[in-house]
């Protein structure tokens, strides 16, 4: 069984070259997949949404922003 490499050229192109996201990135976006849920639930499924969790939903959300914000 080979592995598979890129190719010289695919693999010179990307040096040097900074690509937005990364880790950290994803890592947010999962943190806010709850907010969507939450939402989805309530607008397609009519589930019923607390206060309890639209406090600990946005609770999260600023986590998320501050955490944006003070990485740069």
């Known amino acids: 069984?080979?592995?598979a490499k890129?190719?010289?050229a695919a693999s010179s192109r990307c040096v040097g070259r900074r690509v937005p996201g990364?880790?950290?990135a994803v890592g947010q976006?999962?943190?806010r997949q709850p907010l969507f849920g939450l939402a989805l639930a309530a607008g397609?499924?009519?589930e019923a949404v607390s206060p309890a969790m639209l406090?600990?939903?946005m609770g999260v959300l600023l986590c998320v922003?501050?955490?944006r914000r003070f990485s740069r």
């Open 44 to 46: 397609l499924l009519g």
């Open 6 to 8: 890129p190719s010289r």
């Open 29 to 31: 976006l999962q943190l």
């Open 55 to 57: 406090a600990v939903t």
């Open 22 to 24: 990364g880790i950290a």
């Open 1 to 3: 069984m080979t592995s």
């Open 65 to 67: 922003a501050g955490a």
